[in-house]
């Protein structure tokens, strides 16, 4: 599978942004997929991520209440409403898939085979 992620820009402090990843080639329904992020200087860390097909969502304590993971089927596309950004939130944004993905892996970027390309956020204070 092909990601592409999409949507990331500069906004203020307290706006709101949605990415978007659109995956072409098969989706299974055992597919997981998420969100991570990397800013300069540090490691890639995990945001957001949703199985595919039961739609269960997982979130990092930095995310939780203020972002939502979402997917739609018939698009094959995942999307990230982030709102409440902070600058440290800048950073480049990355989504990922892989199939077969146990609960307790959904947050391990180790565990995820496929990657996009990445696209920046940038929150300006």
Known sequence: VQLQA???????TGGSLRLSCEASGP???SYGMGW?????????EFVASIKWSGGSTYYSDSA??????????AKK????QMNSLQPE???VYYCAADYALITS???NRSAYKYWGQGTQVTVSS
């Open 27 to 29: 989706i299974y329904s």
């Open 36 to 44: 991570f992020r990397q800013a300069p200087g540090k490691e890639r």
């Open 89 to 91: 939130d800048t950073a």
């Open 6 to 12: 999409s949507g990331g820009g500069l906004v203020q």
């Open 105 to 107: 892996s959904m947050g």
């Open 77 to 80: 596309t995942m999307y990230l």
């Open 64 to 73: 939780k209440g203020r972002f939502t993971i979402s997917r739609d089927k």
